[in-house]
Nanobody, 123 residues
Framework: QVQLAESGGGLVQAGGSLRLSCAAS????????MGWFRQAPGKEREFVAY????????YYADTVKGRFTISRDNAKATVYLQMNSLKPEDTAVYYC????????????????WGQGTQVTVSS
């Protein structure tokens, strides 16, 4: 079992930055693939980014590529999402997720979820 807790959301103006954190506890964190998803009001939850067990391996949705950076600190059992050049369309609840096996980038491919943190980008 893995428990996840997000933090770092808030209100920011367009063009600004935020860094989200996801603290993990439970099973061996190092072995898990960690992802970030987001869900805007009235929309389905969508994939944002993931990082594999090796910190050098990352993958991003096209909508955030070049603006967001996912990273992890295994010693702290924490994964981060640095979000730069934020746009109003980035407004959503952001969720941290984990899975022991790579099965794709749909939300159903991830087994464990945090409660989410709200990010609001004003124009």
């Amino acid at each position: 079992q893995v428990q996840l807790a997000e933090s770092g959301g808030g209100l920011v103006q367009a063009g600004g930055s935020l860094r989200l954190s996801c603290a993990a506890s439970g099973r061996t964190f190092n072995n898990y693939l960690m992802g970030w998803f987001r869900q805007a009001p009235g929309k389905e939850r969508e994939f944002v980014a993931y990082t594999r067990w090796s910190a050098g391996s990352t993958y991003y949705a096209d909508t955030v590529k070049g603006r967001f950076t996912i990273s992890r600190d295994n010693a702290k059992a924490t994964v981060y999402l640095q979000m730069n050049s934020l746009k109003p369309e980035d407004t959503a609840v952001y969720y941290c997720a984990a899975t022991p096996y790579f099965r794709g980038t749909t939300s159903s491919a991830f087994d464990y979820w945090g409660q989410g943190t709200q990010v609001t980008v004003s124009s």
